[in-house]
């Protein structure tokens, strides 16, 4: 941002406190000019009601009693008036002019006019006050007739408060308009506040709303910009995710099922090297059919290294499989109706390569009837972990037991055997053991399995439903 960009608040602040003073000028201005006729309104009401013509009709009566004095320089004529004007009060001033001639005789002042200040509102309250018209009354004394001039200051009773008043509100005003501006501006950090709130608790759908052109406004735009930028971001490493998982998913998938047949055929090979053994011939005690020792020996050795390193790729892949499945976020299975002899089938078969591989099993009884609500996919990824499991940690000494039924309306699977007393540091992970768990809880069966005294015991329970 630039230095302009960065003075935008002081700016926009400084044109509200220009804008809300000249607003509030004018109308102090407005209030001040209306005054007279605001007070013409206001002098018909208590308190600030003042009736001239009684004051008058008092004076009038009065005077009867008094002399008019011939000239303002007689000072016992115009003493003898201090009772007269005793009937004035402090905002009251009133003069006696003679009537043939039109000169000042005598008279008396306002008190207020001794604590008043001259300036501007004493100028605008000697306005109020001479402005009213017929202020010049005939009045007759015992010798002569006169003319009373009155001037009364009652404005004063309503003149300061109306000041006051127009102040506070001209006040109000001005602030009223910066508070509001504050407030906005306030309002727009307390809404970016909360945005941000709402982004570190992982919402980062909900757009950040715009807060003006100023720098607020700006922190807002950026702020949703970086939302926008997280939020795809998450997006992106969630799409690369779940790309590796199905890559992890898909490789381990279509690697096993080629390792499995040739491990099985070399295994077969193996044995059948292993039973047939070399013998010899007639001619030469070296020689079998044209096979010396030496090559059945290599050929045998050849055999059990393939069968070694088919046996490391089937590990490597079966570990990057069960990773892929146990440590993936979100597992959509693909639910259809399946029989249950197509479960039995697969374990038929399950049991007839641990066969080849030189365990010994029994004959299990299969149910025919039944379905089963699941992923055949992720099935079979169950029973594969389970026989991988018994291939590399099993005792071919001990039979593989498999028992299948159905009860209660689940199917019951139930494999055991016993372990080798040496037994893999993989197992310790029971990788494929967490799969085969989290595979049957998303079918809504169960799992457990038990691996105690060189005992292995594996119980998997899955419901079952009807053909539809």
Request: aromatic share 10%; charged share 25%.
């Amino acid at each position: 941002m630039n230095k302009t960009t960065h003075s935008k608040i002081r700016t926009g602040f400084l044109l509200v406190i220009l804008i809300s003073a000249t607003v509030s000028g004018i109308l102090f201005a407005t209030f001040w000019n209306l005054m007279p006729h605001v007070w013409n309104l206001a002098r018909q009401h208590p308190p600030f009601s003042w009736r001239s013509e009684e004051f008058f009709e008092k004076i009038r009566e009065e005077a009867l009693h008094y002399d008019l004095p011939e000239s303002a320089d007689d000072t016992e004529a115009v003493e003898a008036l201090e009772p007269l004007f005793e009937s004035c009060d402090d905002y009251t001033s009133i003069g006696f002019y003679g009537k043939e001639d039109g000169l000042y005789r005598a008279g008396c002042e306002a008190d207020i006019l001794l604590k008043l200040q001259y300036g501007p509102l004493f100028t605008k309250l000697f306005d109020l006050a001479t402005r009213r018209q017929n202020n010049l009354y005939p009045v007759s004394f015992r010798n002569a007739e006169a003319e009373m001039y009155l001037l009364d200051y009652h404005t004063v009773y309503f003149i300061y408060p109306y000041i006051i008043a127009s102040t506070i509100l001209c006040v109000a005003i001005f602030l009223l308009i910066v508070l509001h501006y504050i407030n906005s501006r306030i309002r727009d950090i307390l809404t970016i506040s909360r945005e941000i709130t709402r982004m570190a608790s992982g919402d980062l759908m909900h757009p950040i709303p715009p807060a003006g052109k100023d720098e607020i406004g700006v922190l807002a735009e950026e702020l949703d910009r970086l939302r926008a930028a997280l939020a795809g971001h998450i997006r992106q490493e969630e799409e690369i995710r779940k790309s590796n998982q199905d890559l992890i998913t898909s490789i381990s998938h279509d690697l096993r099922t080629p390792l499995t047949i040739l491990n099985g055929y070399l295994e077969v090979l193996n044995l059948d090297a292993r039973r047939d053994g070399p013998k010899p011939s007639a001619d030469s005690g070296n020689t079998i059919e044209g096979q010396t020792k030496d090559q059945h020996e290599r050929r045998t050795d050849y055999l059990q290294r393939c069968l070694r390193k088919t046996a490391d790729i089937r590990e490597l892949t079966d570990r990057m499989f069960e990773y892929a499945l146990v440590y993936e976020v979100e597992e959509s299975p693909d639910f259809s109706a399946l029989p249950v002899c197509s479960v039995c089938e697969c374990l038929l078969d399950h049991l007839e390569f641990i066969r080849l591989a030189g365990f010994s099993t029994n004959e299990p009884g299969f149910p025919e009837n039944g379905f089963l609500y699941g992923d055949e996919a992720m099935l079979k990824r169950v029973l594969n972990n389970l026989f991988s499991n018994i291939l590399k940690y099993g005792d071919k000494r001990t039979p593989v037991v498999l028992n299948v039924t159905v009860s209660d309306g689940r199917l019951a699977i139930r494999l055991s055997n016993s372990t080798k007393k040496e037994r893999s540091g993989i197992a310790s992970n029971q990788i494929g053991l967490k799969s085969v768990k989290k595979i049957a809880e998303l079918h809504n069966g169960s799992f457990l399995c038990k691996n105690e005294s060189g005992s292995f015991q594996a119980e998997l329970m899955l419901p079952l439903s009807g053909p539809d």
